[in-house]
């Protein structure tokens, strides 16, 4: 094990070289979407040029920049005031090339904390096509009677492809 004082933190660590570099990318990334996150926080300021969500494209322009190309299932939550404009981006779960586990607390949780009156769900497919496969149109149906439950609108629930998108609502799940 490595023994050594770092100038930029002045920390003590006992990582090897290597765990140490992958530690300072986690890092690096943390402070990314930290940043990513309070440019999604900024109706919460209101600013004027707060997102707006009137339609799944909508949702596709905000989101698919950031995760049509994500090599792992990504299932994220949008907060929404009672006019729609974007109070938060959350991610809930990072799964795997194909799925990813969803569990209904875990997805309702930061809303109820922001008191956040609707959501949309929002998940990529890294394999680039977008439609839905029995267990999103599974979650989604679940995802509803939780919300119905929480006084939570849930408006949609966008699946991000390579350069397309399908909206469960617009296909009659919700």
């Keep these: 094990m490595a023994h050594r004082r770092r100038k930029d933190d002045r920390q003590l660590t006992f990582l090897a070289p290597e765990d140490a570099a992958l530690l300072q990318l986690v890092r690096e990334n943390l402070r990314l979407l930290a940043e990513l996150r309070v440019g999604y926080r900024s109706v919460a300021h209101g600013e004027p040029n707060a997102h707006q969500v009137r339609s799944p494209q909508d949702v ?8 049509e190309m994500l090599a792992q299932e990504q299932l994220r939550v949008i907060l929404l005031d009672t006019r729609n404009r974007v109070l938060d981006v959350v991610m809930i779960y990072q799964g795997n090339v194909g799925s990813a586990v969803v ?5 309702f949780r930061e809303a109820i904390v922001a008191n956040a009156p609707a959501v949309i769900l929002v998940h990529n497919h890294p394999s680039g096509d977008p439609e839905a496969s029995q267990d999103d149109v599974r ?6 009677q939780a919300a119905k439950l929480l006084s939570i609108d849930l408006l949609d629930h966008v699946i991000l492809g390579h350069g397309r998108h399908v909206s469960l609502k617009e296909r009659g799940v919700l």
């Excluded at 596709?60 to 995760?67: N, S």
Aim: glycine share 0%.
């Design 60 to 67: 596709a322009d905000l989101l698919a920049p950031e995760m």
């Design 103 to 107: 569990r209904m607390a875990e997805l």
């Design 139 to 144: 979650i989604t149906k679940d995802a509803a």
